[in-house]
């Protein structure tokens, strides 16, 4: 019988700190997610317009747009409305979880962080194919 794979999980990674958004794009695609970036969120937007993912790792401040702009947009369209989002920020632990929550997101994420905790938030929010 053959066996019929289930198409990998789409990431979109926002960030205007090229660092991370490197580190999280190698990590995530070395354990079989299918990774974007974008580093504002202008052009997270067009991204997502194009090709919405299953979950967006979403800093906050950034130029232009910032993350709860992007959020703000992506839960006000019913197209994008259910897309899982995690903030990812240094705003501060307790203010990053209040903002969070106000604007809908699925989770949060205080910088720094170790990528155990966002392999382990990712496998809460979406269901990961088994090999």
Known sequence: MRRVSKPPIRILVVDDDPDIVMMLATRLNIRGYQVSTAHDGNQALEMIDREPPDLILLDVMMPGK???????????????????????????????????????????IDKPFEFSVVEAMIKRLVVVPAD
């Open 66 to 108: 910032t993350g709860w702009d992007v959020i703000r947009t992506l839960k006000q369209a019913p197209v994008t409305q259910a897309i899982k989002v995690v903030m990812v920020s240094a705003i501060g632990e307790v203010a990053n979880e209040a903002a969070a929550w106000k604007y809908g997101a699925d989770g949060h």
